[in-house]
């Protein structure tokens, strides 16, 4: 009954969640082609229109609910988490709501390590760190010209892959991924280690490689911002709980 607009099969749509029609309108229930759908996405599917997949946005809801009762715990438990989406429509947005939330990001390519191989990620952060604190020192200038060029490129790729994580001192207790097929490796590495995933799965992803899986258009940037509002939404409600209690000792 949800789609009753968009299918043209039984007029207009009524009674609605709001909700509901909220995600309808950002595009949320867009997959992708019948031929490139993950088996164990059936479940969540509604149909299909003109060749595209439809999620079940009734389940996608059940689905956001608990993850968004998960990201409150985090929250309230002022636990820290990584935000990980490297796709170009998609990743101002992922670094807006990192920024938000005050948490580190990956929007660039994931390095491989960053999990499994943590303490060495941690060397290149300080490695990182350090060539900047001498450059605003001026203490490159006893290079020549050729070196100098070659260190500021040094940190500008630096910057790139590993300024997000600059603050993430310990492993994460959970990633937020955008498009599990996408950022594989990162999940892969977070599954390795036990850290919970929360992810946006489009119809070509495998649901069981996230604790907290989402099925939802994880391409359409209105799509992303509605859900990553909703999730960090629900961390910052969290850290707001958290911060009273610490008020009340």
């Known amino acids: 009954m949800l789609f009753v607009l968009f299918f043209g099969k039984l007029g207009p749509m009524a009674n609605t969640d709001e909700k509901i029609e909220k995600m309808f309108k950002a595009g949320i229930h867009f997959g992708y082609s019948r031929s490139s759908r993950y088996p164990k996405m059936k479940d969540f599917l509604f149909g299909l229109k003109n060749n595209v997949e439809i999620f079940d946005l009734e389940k996608t809801n059940e689905m956001l609910d608990r993850a968004k009762e998960f990201m409150f715990v985090l929250g309230k438990e002022k636990k820290q988490f ?142 992303v911002e509605f859900l990553l509002n909703e999730l960090i939404g629900a961390y910052k409600e969290g850290v707001k709980e958290y911060k009273e209690k610490e008020i009340e000792k």
């Open 82 to 223: 990584i935000l990980v989406g490297t796709k170009t429509e998609t990743k101002g947005i992922m670094e807006k709501f990192a920024k938000e939330a005050n948490m580190p990001y990956v929007i660039e390519r994931w390095l491989g390590g960053t999990l499994t191989n943590f303490k060495a990620i941690r060397g290149r952060i300080s490695h990182m760190k350090d060539l900047e604190q001498k450059k605003d020192k001026k203490e490159l200038e006893k290079y020549t010209k050729k070196e100098q060029i070659e260190i500021e490129r040094k940190i500008i790729r630096l910057k790139n892959y590993l300024g997000g994580l600059v603050d993430m001192e310990n492993l994460p207790s959970a990633i937020l991924v955008v498009d599990s097929k996408k950022e594989k490796n990162a999940v892969k590495e977070a599954n390795d280690m036990k850290v919970p995933v929360v992810a946006v799965i489009n119809t070509d992803c495998d649901p069981k490689t996230a604790d907290y899986p989402i099925p939802a258009n994880d391409n359409s940037k209105t799509s």
